[in-house]
């Protein structure tokens, strides 16, 4: 899933990016105000970390703007100011969540993740196709129980893929949804984490099927099929 981190302290936007791409994230980070909406235009974002004080405006007014033209991406702000007037301002301008500086990091990332599943309307953690089970909330793949030892951009498609169990996936959404903007790509980076899944499932899990020209499909198989 693809995360816009909005925040002008240098530093911390390096720490939440890192941290938050660890988790399985892919993450864009913004400096300012101004370069927020023309993102959200371009990009299916599931979460926006927005923080108030921004060096070309007011995060509020960035919060009103994502508003007024529609958006309905999940927003959490994440700032310094700790008074209640301006949790109230931010919640009733449409925020979803509002986290103060100093914060956990292992807090931010439950918020992160309760977020982000609430807002595709997915709020149960654990999806399944056929005996494979997600856990996206601990980042845990089982195949009949048993872990997967799967690493974050395979956990990244997978999810992508069992959350559209039966529907095709195309190879630009996983890019979108695996990878941040700034990150270097090969351009057959999807193909060899498909390939690494399907060896991880093998004849026992969910087929990853190679649709042509639309991208790739999870469907539940029974043991005797193979792949």
Known sequence: MRILIVEDDEALARGLVASLRLGGFAVDHEAGAAGVLPLLRGEAYALVVL???LPD????????EIRREGHTVPVMILTARAS??????????????YLTKPFDPAELEARVRALVLRGRGQPDPVVACGDLALDRAGRVAT?????????????????????RAGRAVSKERLVSEVFGLDEEISPNAIEVYVARLRR?????????????????LMEPNTPEEGR
Do not use: F, N
Request: aromatic content about 2%.
């Open 51 to 53: 923080d108030l004080g």
């Open 57 to 64: 405006g007011s995060g509020l007014a960035v919060l009103r």
């Open 84 to 97: 209640i007037d301006d949790r109230v301002a931010g919640l009733d301008l449409g925020a979803d969540d």
């Open 143 to 163: 195949l009949a129980g048993r872990a997967l030892p799967l690493r974050k951009r395979e956990l990244a498609i997978l999810e992508s893929l069992i959350t």
């Open 200 to 216: 991880q499932l093998g004849p026992a899990g969910p087929r990853i099927v190679t649709m042509r020209g639309l991208g790739y």
